[in-house]
């Protein structure tokens, strides 16, 4: 699949069922990622592999780090919420957690380091796509979350930017078509 042809299939499959990509497959994918562009070639994005029984210890992780928010703000915990964190890694069966480890440079701002993270995010989706396999970025309270980047081993300094979930589309036939193209009001030729 060209380039513009997995740009135009790509589409967020909230449920992927095995297999996963792995081996070569896998391994292609990720060097995607690491291909993003990168100004200063920082190489500033990791790839933490969640797969099989590592889902559900990271959805471990997940809960306590909602139970530890709730707590943080006094508020009583919801349990249905509880259960969804600790079981939404299962979506998938396959999750690249990634994230962006701030290097100190005074040339490369942290904001640009985070932009090449979330190119190699894109570029994770669409080389998953132009492989047959469905995806999906995921965020939502966890990435902000100090326990959950703790487990990671990340610092504070540093970011989650995506939950990236990868499998099978169960049956591509009722998979989400290609989004119609739409620029309008996006474009402006400079001067108007
Ligand atoms: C940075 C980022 C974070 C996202 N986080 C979520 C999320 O937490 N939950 C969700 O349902 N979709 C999330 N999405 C997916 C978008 O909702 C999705 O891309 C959008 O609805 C367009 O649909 P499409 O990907 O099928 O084209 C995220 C996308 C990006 C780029």
């Known amino acids: ?10 589409r967020s499959i909230g ?8 081996g ?19 190489r500033p994005f990791r790839f933490h592999l969640l797969r099989g029984p590592s889902l ?19 508020a009583a915990p919801v349990a249905a919420k509880a ?3 600790r079981t939404k890694l299962r979506r998938a069966p396959l999750v690249v957690v990634v994230s962006t ?3 100190a440079s005074e040339k490369i701002p942290w904001i640009e380091q985070q932009q090449a993270t979330a190119a190699a995010c894109q570029n994770i989706l669409l080389a998953a796509t132009a492989l047959g396999f469905g995806s999906m970025w995921r965020t939502g309270e966890p990435v ?5 980047k703790d487990a990671l081993g990340l610092r504070s ?27 309008t009001g996006l474009v402006t030729e400079w001067p108007a």
């Open 15 to 22: 449920r992927l069922v095995e297999p996963a990509p792995d």
């Open 83 to 85: 259960e969804k964190e």
């Open 144 to 148: 902000y979350d100090e326990l959950v």
């Open 101 to 103: 480890v701030r290097v």
């Open 1 to 10: 699949m060209d380039a513009l042809a997995a740009i135009g299939a790509r």
């Open 24 to 42: 070569a497959t896998l391994q292609a994918i990720l060097a995607a990622g690491a291909m993003a562009p990168d100004h200063g070639d920082l």
């Open 157 to 183: 300094d540093d970011a989650v930017a995506g939950f990236l979930y990868l499998g099978t589309v169960a049956d591509p036939d009722a998979a989400k078509p290609p989004r119609a193209p739409d620029l």
């Open 56 to 74: 559900d210890r990271f959805g471990a992780v997940l809960e306590a780090a909602y139970l530890a928010r709730c707590a943080a703000v006094d």
